[in-house]
């Protein structure tokens, strides 16, 4: 996810620029949606909304699942060269080669928008308190026996 900003950063104050981002590969998390990026005063301020997919485990019947999770980015690179005090800055940095790299950014948003508790899905059964069953897949015997001993 690396968008070369030199063009954009020669444009005057508010011009924006949208990029349709959809990368899936191995090394990294399929990432699908589109991004803003507006040429501010100091920098370029990136805002967009973007949708992943983690592998999760339920926290009700502990199955792996995908986990597709919104995310509502919103953050200001400013250009390498000009940056006045390492300290004063407070958001991402545009390299040397004027790039613009967005994956430190979707990491960091992908953790902190990750659910405590994730579920596989609303209606998800869980396990049995009792034997472990995944209920998911159908009743166990304890529901069954239950069942009978309650007539
Ligand atoms: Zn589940
Ligand atoms: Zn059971």
Same mark, same amino acid.
Not at 21 to 29: A, C, K, M, T
Not at 47 to 52: C, I
């Given at each position: 996810?690396?968008?070369?900003?030199?063009?954009?950063?020669?444009?005057?104050?508010?011009?924006?620029?949208?990029?349709? *981002?959809? +990368? !899936?590969?191995?090394?990294? %998390?399929?990432?699908?949606?589109?991004?803003?990026? @507006?040429? /501010?005063?100091?920098?370029?301020?990136?805002?967009?909304?973007?949708?992943?997919?983690?592998?999760?485990?339920?926290?009700?019947?502990?199955?792996?699942?995908?986990?597709?999770?919104?995310?509502?980015?919103?953050?200001?690179?400013?250009?390498?060269?000009?940056?006045?005090?390492?300290?004063?800055?407070?958001?991402?940095? *545009?390299? +040397? !080669?004027?790039?613009?790299? %967005?994956?430190?950014?979707?990491?960091?948003?992908? @953790?902190? /928008?990750?659910?405590?508790?994730?579920?596989?899905?609303?209606?998800?059964?869980?396990?049995?308190?009792?034997?472990?069953?995944?209920?998911?897949?159908?009743?166990?015997?304890?529901?069954?026996?239950?069942?009978?001993?309650?007539?």
């Amino acid at each position: 996810m690396r968008i070369n900003v030199a063009e954009q950063l020669k444009q005057p104050i508010g011009q924006v620029r949208c990029y349709q *981002i959809s +990368e !899936s590969n191995d090394q990294e %998390l399929p990432i699908q949606g589109e991004v803003q990026l @507006l040429r /501010t005063g100091r920098g370029i301020l990136v805002t967009g909304s973007l949708k992943t997919t983690v592998k999760s485990i339920c926290s009700r019947c502990l199955e792996e699942f995908d986990c597709t999770l919104t995310l509502d980015i919103e953050e200001e690179y400013f250009p390498n060269t000009d940056r006045p005090m390492a300290e004063e800055i407070e958001g991402f940095v *545009i390299d +040397e !080669s004027h790039v613009l790299d %967005l994956t430190e950014a979707i990491r960091q948003h992908t @953790l902190l /928008t990750l659910p405590m508790k994730p579920i596989c899905r609303e209606d998800c059964a869980g396990l049995c308190p009792n034997c472990g069953h995944n209920l998911n897949r159908g009743p166990c015997y304890c529901a069954r026996e239950t069942r009978e001993s309650g007539k």
